[in-house]
């Protein structure tokens, strides 16, 4: 089934640890996101790419960073875990960017931090 | 500022009703508005996609209109069954120079009752 693939499920990390979760995308979508889900603050974009080779910062980008070398893979990386960053994760994707196509989602990565 | 507002916060319907849920945005300069349905510590399921050129999509039970002038969308649903039952997101997609603007609405948390 094409969509996007989320990993790990759910993690647990020390403080200061580094971390990278992974997003897989099979749809050759162009546009890639990053989101993360915190009860009372909703969906917040961390990073986004555009398009393979491209990135840029979204809402919330401190203390993250994101690589595009492919239009299949968009990982972000925790370079020092700090409690605040425990979160929902989720990765997203369009056809192109400024495309009134529709928005996909992964399940989510489940990460916390202590 | 670009905002996504959704009322109500909750609402608690027996099963068999038909029901309104709303969404509200500032800007009318959008791409298109995307209902989303997530349950509990899940990932966000695309229910229905309105470009900013149409008035209303179809799925089954569900219905959303747009009105994009005073900025308001509704999701209806017809005869609402237990299953229904999960928090409704809408997601506006703003037109932004450099990527989707996507802001997500807080949520409407949905419980039918059997």
């Known amino acids: 089934i094409a969509g996007i693939t989320q990993a790990p499920t759910s993690q647990i990390l020390a403080a200061g640890r580094r971390m990278t979760l992974r997003c897989t995308q099979d749809m050759r979508h162009n546009a890639m996101y990053w989101y993360r889900q915190d009860l009372g603050l909703g969906l917040r974009l961390i990073h986004y790419?555009?398009?393979?080779?491209?990135?840029g910062k979204g809402e919330v980008p401190d203390g993250y960073s994101v690589s595009r070398a492919n239009t299949d893979d968009f990982p972000l990386t925790l370079a020092s875990a700090v409690p605040s960053q425990t979160s929902v994760y989720f990765c997203a994707s369009r056809r192109r960017v400024g495309s009134t196509g529709e928005l996909f989602f992964g399940e989510g990565s489940r990460l916390t931090v202590l | 500022k670009q905002e996504v507002t959704q009322i109500p916060a909750a609402l608690s319907v027996p099963e068999g009703e038909n029901l309104v849920l709303n969404c509200s945005f500032t800007?009318?300069?959008?791409?298109?508005l995307q209902w989303f349905r997530q349950d509990p510590g899940k990932g966000l399921t695309s229910l229905l996609l309105i470009q900013s050129s149409q008035r209303e999509q179809t799925s089954g039970r569900l219905n959303a209109s747009l009105d994009k002038s005073s900025g308001r969308s509704t999701l209806y649903i017809a005869a609402s069954q237990p299953g229904d039952s999960a928090t409704y997101l809408c997601?506006?997609?703003?037109?932004?120079?450099?990527?989707?603007?996507?802001?997500f609405g807080p949520g409407t948390s949905l419980s039918v009752i059997p």
């Open positions: 790419s555009n398009t393979a080779g491209t990135t």
């Open positions: 997601a506006v997609t703003f037109m932004k120079t450099s990527y989707d603007k996507v802001i």
């Open positions: 800007d009318s300069a959008i791409y298109n």
